[in-house]
C-alpha cells in the first residue's frame, strides 16, 4: 500500500482520487457480491421501514388523512410497493453472503425472495397485533403516558421494538443480513440495541430506553419491563480448538414473565430470571433468580 505523510502539504484532488482508488487502500473494506448484484441499500430499507410503519399504524405515518373508507386503497398501494421493493433487498442480502459461484445453481434466488417476501406480508397482522400490546404495556407502565397512541407517536420503545417484530421475523424466514440493517436503523435512533434472534413476548415495554442492549439469544416472556441501560448479554465467549468464536451457541439470559428490571442492571450468560422477579438498578447478576425474588444492591455501611 502506497505510505504518505498527514498534516503537511494539502494534496490534489487528482491525487486524493487516485490513492483512493488503490486496490491496497480498500482491500479491508470493499466486497463484491456473487455476480455482481448490488449490495443491500441502507436507504431503500430505511424508507421500505417508513412504508411498513404506514401500514402497521394507519394514520400515525404516512398519509395522516386516512380513514376507515379510504384504508382499503392506501393498504392495497402500500403492500404492492414494499413487496416490490423488498424483494429486491432480500434478493440482495442474500447475494451478500453468497459463496455458490455457479450462477446456474442461484437462478431461484429471486423467486425464494418473492416467496419471502409474501410470507413476510402474511405475518403482518400478528405483528400488528403484538406492537399494539407493546402499546398498551408502555401506556400502563408509565404513568406519563396519557394515551397508547401517545407511545406510538412518541416512545422509543415502540420505534425499536417496530423494528425488531419485522426483523425477527425476517430472521425466522432465513432472510440474510437484511434483519440486522433494519435493528441497527433503530438502534442509530434510539440507542436501544436489540438483535433479531432474540426472542421477546407480547406487553414489551422499555421505559426510556436509551443503553439497552438485548443479544441474539435472549429469551424474554410476557409482560416484561426494561429500564434505560439494562444489558441482557454474554458471560463468556467460548472458542474452538482453533481459537475461533463458536457462533450460535445459547449464551444470553431467559427473562420470564412478568420480570421488571430496573436501570442499568447487567444480566449475563444463559441465566434465568424467574416468574415476577424485580432487579434493581446497578445491580449485576450471573446466577439464576428464583420466580417472584427482589434482587437490589447492598446498602452501604
Not at 412504508?51 to 379510504?70: D, K, M, Q, V
Not at 445453481?105 to 410470507?119: F, G, L, P, Y
Request: hydrophobic share 40%; charged share 20%.
Amino acid at each position: 500500500m502506497m505510505q504518505y505523510d498527514a498534516g503537511k502539504q494539502p494534496l490534489s484532488l487528482e491525487e486524493i482520487t487516485k490513492r483512493l482508488c488503490d486496490p491496497a487502500s480498500y482491500a479491508g473494506v470493499y466486497h463484491r457480491p456473487m455476480h455482481d448484484k448490488p449490495m443491500p441499500s441502507v436507504t431503500a430499507l430505511a424508507d421500505i421501514m417508513e412504508r411498513l410503519r404506514a401500514l402497521l399504524f394507519p394514520g400515525y405515518y404516512g398519509n395522516s388523512e386516512i380513514t376507515p373508507e379510504t384504508m382499503v386503497y392506501h393498504m392495497g398501494a402500500g403492500l404492492d410497493h414494499v413487496a416490490r421493493l423488498l424483494a429486491e433487498q432480500i434478493t440482495r442480502g442474500h447475494c451478500f453472503s453468497c459463496t455458490i459461484t455457479d450462477r446456474e445453481s442461484c437462478k431461484d434466488c429471486d423467486k425464494q425472495a418473492e416467496e419471502k417476501t409474501m410470507r413476510f406480508l402474511s405475518a403482518l397482522p400478528r405483528i400488528r397485533e403484538l406492537l399494539a400490546s407493546d402499546a398498551q404495556a408502555a401506556y400502563i407502565g408509565d404513568p406519563a403516558a396519557r394515551s397508547p397512541g401517545e407511545t406510538i407517536f412518541c416512545y422509543p420503545s415502540l420505534t425499536a421494538l417496530t423494528h425488531y417484530r419485522i426483523a425477527h421475523e425476517l430472521h425466522h424466514l432465513d432472510v440474510r443480513l437484511i434483519p440486522r440493517i433494519i435493528t441497527e436503523l433503530a438502534h442509530s435512533k434510539t440507542g436501544i440495541d436489540i438483535h433479531p434472534g432474540a426472542e421477546i413476548g407480547s406487553h414489551f415495554f422499555i421505559d426510556h430506553g436509551t443503553g439497552v442492549v438485548i443479544g441474539e439469544t435472549s429469551i424474554i416472556g410476557r409482560n416484561v419491563r426494561l429500564y434505560q441501560g439494562v444489558t441482557l448479554g454474554a458471560k463468556s465467549f467460548p472458542k474452538d480448538d482453533s481459537g475461533t468464536l463458536i457462533k450460535g451457541i445459547a449464551r444470553h439470559p431467559i427473562v420470564e414473565d412478568d420480570v421488571i428490571i430496573y436501570a442499568g442492571a447487567t444480566i449475563l450468560g444463559r441465566v434465568t430470571v424467574g416468574k415476577g422477579a424485580v432487579i434493581g438498578g446497578n445491580v449485576w447478576v450471573t446466577e439464576d433468580v428464583p420466580a417472584g425474588a427482589r434482587i437490589s444492591q447492598k446498602a452501604s455501611d
